[in-house]
């Protein structure tokens, strides 16, 4: 096994191990606003972090059995571009956070919760998929990367909708969820509720189209510079 394979082997047991720790202590937390427990589990935060640990596990598990075994694994094309999808899903998780969520609450990074799931886990998973990933994925691969957020949007529509509970009574997840904020779905307040949701939601698609198109166009180039193992 080679030396990006023991870096890479490193990156998926610090996102499984991170991502675990971060969900348990996240389940874990009660404040005036969010309430822990299977509360945590309604959050994209916690979602995303179950997707790319699991994921990360399981490529360590191929990268062990490699070094046990000393012979290359081929890995099968859809394993690849799920662990593409969820490590841009993670990657969501950490930019939406640090760039709008965390300005909005006081001592943000001071939670070892919020470090490890939002920043970690995001950083380590991006690391390993440009030193892990044998392959190169084809700019069609782009669209499968919105499954997941775009999930998440009928998930919370529905909690909106039947108003379950994601903590503090709210029932949205995000402020830019809230469908019936000042600004409301199409409308325009103060504040960081500048924007109504149906806006948030076409940023956030053209966001991870751009991102999504942009880690393939670099693996292409990673890719290009090194022999293909598979």
Known sequence: MKIKNYISLLLQLT?????????IMTAGMTS?????????FLYFTVQSNIWIGAVCLVFAAINICCALS???????????????????SI???????????????????????NVLTHVVVPAAAIADLFVGTP???KYRHFAWALIPPIYYLFFSAIGYVCSWD??????????FLNWDSPAGAFGFA???YFMGSFYWVIVMIAFISALSAGYIAAMKKICAKRPQSV
């Open 15 to 23: 996102v499984f191990g991170c991502a675990l720790a971060g969900v």
């Open 32 to 40: 005036e606003t969010f309430m822990g427990g299977a509360t945590a």
């Open 70 to 88: 000393r012979r290359a694994v081929t890995i099968p094309l859809p394993l690849l571009v799920i662990k593409f999808v969820f490590t841009v």
């Open 91 to 113: 990657t969501l998780t950490g930019i939406v956070f640090c760039c709008v969520l965390a300005p909005t609450m006081p001592g943000a990074f001071s939670s070892a919760t």
């Open 135 to 137: 392959v190169s994925l």
């Open 166 to 175: 994601f903590g503090g009574g709210n029932n949205y997840p995000y402020f």
């Open 190 to 192: 103060d504040g960081m």
